[in-house]
């Protein structure tokens, strides 16, 4: 029997400007989760909820107890706690994000 599906995903939140720092750890996020099963999307300043995950398994987020001034990345699965981890370097993000997960996310593989 398959298991079931699950939402998996990093949801990275900006409110305000948008630097280029913020676009190259978004990328670098990204492309680490390639092929992994973690969806990473991008929330703006005006969005209040965001969908995330497979359309059998998908969840919808409220952002706003996660956007209060401040930039971040929040992880998510399907049945836990959602963590919120504040903005850094992708490499930081990163090894917060394989211990959330119980995954291998990087970007030097």
Not at 23 to 38: P, Q, S, T, Y
Not at 58 to 79: C, H, M, N, S, W
């Amino acid at each position: 029997m398959e298991p079931s599906p699950k939402a998996r995903a990093i949801v990275a939140i900006n409110n305000g400007e948008i630097s280029e720092d913020w676009n190259w750890f978004f990328d670098d996020i990204r492309r680490a989760c390639e092929g992994k099963g973690i969806q990473v999307v991008h929330a703006g300043a005006g969005d209040r909820t965001i969908r995330v995950g497979p359309a059998e398994a998908a969840v919808t987020i409220d952002l706003r107890p996660y956007a209060q001034g401040q930039k971040g990345y929040l992880f998510v699965e399907t049945g836990r706690e959602y963590l919120f981890q504040a903005y850094d370097q992708s490499r930081i993000v990163l090894e917060k994000a394989s211990s959330y997960f119980g995954i291998l996310c990087s970007t030097d593989e």
